[in-house]
C-alpha cells in the first residue's frame, strides 16, 4: 500500500490522480479536512481509506506498520504567512521526523515535500546540494520549519535513503481550497473574470521593474510526474529541486492569463504591504540538472503550454474560453 499524507490537498489529490492513472488503486489518504472544501478534491478518485493525521500517526508511534510499502509525505501547514511557530514546528518538522525515523526502520520509501521557500532570498543561489542546507536562511518560519527537517535529514545521514523534493511556483487544478496560498494563476483569474483586471506587487528593487520580478512557475502535473520518478527509481535519493528551471515574469504569467481567456490586459501595480517588504523573493529559479541526472527525461510543460491547459480544461467556464 502507498500512503500519500496530505492527499486531499493541492499537490497530493493531483499525485493520486496520477497513481490511479497508473493502475495504483491500494492507497491510503492521510489528511485533515476540517471547515475546508478540500474533501472535493478526492471525488472520483480509488483509495482504500481515507485516515485524519492524527489517528494515522498515532498508529505509526505505535508501530502499525498497515503493509505499507511507500509514504508519499505532502502533509503540511503550508502558509507562508503562518505566525503560530510552535504549529508549523509541530505539523512541518516534527510529524516528518516522525515518519522518516518509521519509514528509515522499517525500508519504507520515504518521498517528503521541502520547499523552495528555504531558500531565503535566494543570495546562496538555489541548488539543491545537501551540504548546503544549514547555510540557507529563510524569509519565513514556514521555510524554517521545511528547513529544519532538511538539516535534520543531513545531519543523520538519511539522504542515503529518503527523497526531498523543493517544490517551486506550483499551479495547477485543485488548489482552489487553499485561500490566500492559491497560486497567482487562481487569484488572478478571478481577479479578471470578478474586475477585468489583474492586481500586481509594485517592485520595491530597483533592479526590477513593476511586474518584472521573477518566479519558477511549474505545472502541478510535472510536479507530480517528477516526484513519482523517485517512486519507480528507489535507487535514487536525496534533495531534489522540482520546478521548470526557468524562471520568468509576473508580467509574464498574467499577459498570458489575459491571451488564454481572450480579454484585454489591463494590469494594476499596487504597493507591498509592509509585512511582505523584507520577505519578498524577487528572483526564484531552480536548478533542476540534478534531477535530470537522476534520470528524470520527461520534457517539462512551458508556462504558456500550462496555463492554457489550467484555465480552458478546468478553470474557464465555456462563456471566457478564447476562439
Request: net charge positive; glycine share 6%; with cysteine.
Amino acid at each position: 500500500m502507498i500512503v500519500v499524507t496530505g492527499g486531499a490537498g493541492f499537490i497530493g489529490s493531483a499525485i493520486v490522480w496520477r497513481l490511479n492513472q497508473e493502475g495504483h488503486n491500494n492507497l491510503l489518504i492521510v489528511d485533515e479536512l476540517d471547515t475546508t472544501e478540500k474533501w472535493k478534491n478526492l471525488v472520483g478518485l480509488k483509495f482504500n481509506d481515507y485516515v485524519h493525521k492524527d489517528i494515522f500517526i498515532k498508529k505509526i508511534e505505535e508501530g502499525n506498520k498497515y503493509f505499507i510499502e511507500a509514504i508519499i509525505h505532502l502533509g503540511a501547514n503550508s502558509s507562508t504567512t503562518e505566525k503560530n511557530a510552535d504549529l508549523l514546528y509541530t505539523n512541518n518538522y516534527l510529524f516528518t521526523k516522525t515518519l522518516a525515523k518509521f519509514c528509515l526502520k522499517n525500508n519504507i520509501r520515504f518521498i517528503y515535500a521541502s520547499s523552495a521557500a528555504t531558500y531565503g532570498d535566494g543570495n546562496l543561489g538555489f541548488n539543491d546540494n545537501e551540504s548546503n542546507c544549514s547555510q540557507l536562511r529563510p524569509l519565513n518560519m514556514y521555510g524554517y520549519s521545511k528547513a529544519l527537517f532538511d538539516i535534520w535529514a543531513v545531519r543523520e545521514d538519511a539522504f542515503k535513503n529518503i527523497v526531498g523534493i523543493k517544490y517551486f511556483n506550483v499551479y495547477g487544478p485543485n488548489e482552489y481550497h487553499k485561500g490566500d496560498m492559491r497560486s497567482v494563476v487562481h487569484k488572478a483569474f478571478e481577479q479578471v473574470k470578478d474586475t477585468g483586471k489583474v492586481k500586481l506587487f509594485k517592485s520595491m528593487n530597483p533592479d526590477y521593474k513593476d511586474g518584472e520580478q521573477k518566479r519558477d512557475f511549474i505545472y502541478v502535473k510535472d510536479a507530480v510526474d517528477m516526484t513519482l520518478h523517485f517512486l519507480t527509481n528507489r535507487d535514487k535519493n536525496g534533495l531534489y529541486n522540482v520546478g521548470s528551471g526557468k524562471a520568468r515574469t509576473w508580467n509574464d504569467l498574467v499577459y498570458s492569463i489575459f491571451k488564454s481567456i481572450n480579454k484585454p490586459v489591463n494590469i494594476e501595480y499596487i504597493d507591498m504591504p509592509k509585512h511582505l517588504l523584507k520577505k519578498y523573493q524577487y528572483f526564484t529559479e531552480a536548478k533542476i540538472d540534478k534531477i535530470k541526472n537522476a534520470g528524470y527525461k520527461k520534457e517539462i510543460t512551458s508556462l504558456e503550454d500550462g496555463l492554457a491547459d489550467y484555465l480552458k480544461n478546468y478553470l474557464v467556464p465555456e462563456k471566457y474560453l478564447a476562439e
